[in-house]
């Protein structure tokens, strides 16, 4: 079984600080998925990443895939409360294109 | 966007009863369901995944006697909690997909008194 460990598992921090997310893996995944979770509510994707070293930029959000596709980042500038939230990396398995396998999830608050 | 709809969103029940949920896609045909479960700050773990017209394929650990799933067409998945226990209580997502991506219903929410 394929696992995704993040790290940190919390964090809280005040506006307008830079964090960094990070979500590693000693399997090889296809492509590798961010999402952000808030109470009660189902995941909503936020980038797909594919190709191993791949950077993608969402507003004020980056997202690295790592070159042997086995781990990724999410770096937030300038955080703000509305970030606030549950950051789950999701890689998809080499051999089965639908089957995503979810992080061990990242905590984030956002003070004002 | 894709619309992915659950329903009940929450659901209350009583020890030993059955709980039906469903899951369905609003605007597209999903090739693939898949059905996760969620404890309090925890992440989501994969329980089944289900395809149109064939039988479920569950992860190891997972019960297929006590969690059902029929998927009857392209846009409905169910998922029944047999014989609920309190232990069942969680938050239970659904998610279909179109064979390139997954989109995820917005949870049901079930408490076993």
């Known amino acids: 079984t394929q696992l995704l460990e993040q790290s940190p598992q919390f964090l809280s921090i005040q506006e307008g600080e830079n964090l960094t997310v990070y979500c590693n893996s000693s399997?090889?995944?296809?492509?590798l998925q961010w999402y952000r979770q808030e109470p009660g509510e189902g995941p909503v994707l936020l980038v797909t990443?594919?190709?191993?070293?791949e950077v993608k930029k969402l507003k004020r959000l980056t997202f690295q895939f790592g070159d042997a596709r086995k781990d990724s980042s999410l770096h937030i500038t300038a955080a703000q409360p509305g970030d606030t939230g549950l950051y789950l990396c999701?890689?998809?398995?080499?051999?089965?294109?639908?089957?995503?396998?979810f992080g061990t999830g990242t905590r984030l608050q956002v003070f004002p | 966007g894709a619309v992915v709809s659950q329903h009940p969103s929450w659901v209350i029940c009583k020890s030993g009863t059955s709980v039906k949920i469903e899951c369905r896609s609003l605007?597209?045909?999903?090739?693939?369901m898949f059905w996760y479960r969620q404890f309090p700050k925890q992440s989501l773990m994969l329980m089944a995944t289900?395809?149109?017209?064939?039988?479920?394929?569950?992860e190891q650990g997972v019960e297929k006697d006590k969690f059902l799933i029929n998927h009857a067409s392209l846009t409905l998945s169910t998922l029944t909690v047999t014989s609920a226990h309190p232990e069942d209580s969680s938050f239970y997502i659904c998610?279909?997909?179109?064979?390139?991506?997954?989109?995820f219903g917005p949870g049901t929410r079930l408490t076993v008194l």
């Open positions: 990443v594919v190709t191993g070293g």
């Open positions: 999701a890689g998809e398995e080499t051999y089965n294109t639908d089957k995503l396998i």
């Open positions: 289900s395809n149109e017209g064939s039988k479920a394929t569950y």
């Open positions: 399997s090889v995944f296809s492509s």
């Open positions: 605007d597209f045909q999903a090739t693939t």
């Open positions: 998610s279909a997909s179109t064979g390139q991506t997954q989109f």
